[in-house]
């Protein structure tokens, strides 16, 4: 089993910064995958980046050139540096965990973090 507690978030105004953080905690291979997904009101989760276990990176469109996703496996961490904040990355921002044990998929979920860009 794995927990994920979020932080880091808050009220920012647009075109600010905000750093957030995800501890992992439990049973944790540097193999796994973690991510950051995010759920603005009357919307869909979506995906805003991540990052496997060799540290490749993957991000949507709409963070690319804004958003970096890094990783600490010492510390089971996971961070989403964001900068050039827009009002429309107002959301709740999730952490996500998958990894792979005996064949079978194992997902995470952290409870989430309110971002809110506003001025």
């Known amino acids: 089993q794995v927990q994920l507690v979020e932080s880091g978030g808050g009220l920012v105004q647009p075109g600010g910064s905000l750093r957030l953080s995800c501890a992992a905690s439990?049973?944790?291979?540097?193999?796994?995958?973690m991510g950051w997904y995010r759920q603005a009101p009357g919307k869909q989760r979506e995906l805003v980046a991540t990052i496997a276990g060799g540290d490749s990176t993957n991000y949507a469109d709409s963070v690319k050139g804004r958003f970096t996703i890094s990783r600490d496996n010492a510390k089971n961490n996971v961070y989403l540096q964001m900068t050039s904040l827009k009002p429309e990355d107002t959301a709740i921002y999730y952490c996500?965990?998958?990894?792979?044990?005996?064949?079978?998929?194992?997902?995470?979920w952290g409870q989430g973090t309110q971002v809110t860009v506003s001025s």
């Open positions: 439990g049973r944790l291979f540097s193999s796994a995958a």
């Open positions: 996500n965990v998958v990894q792979m044990r005996f064949g079978l998929k194992y997902d995470y």
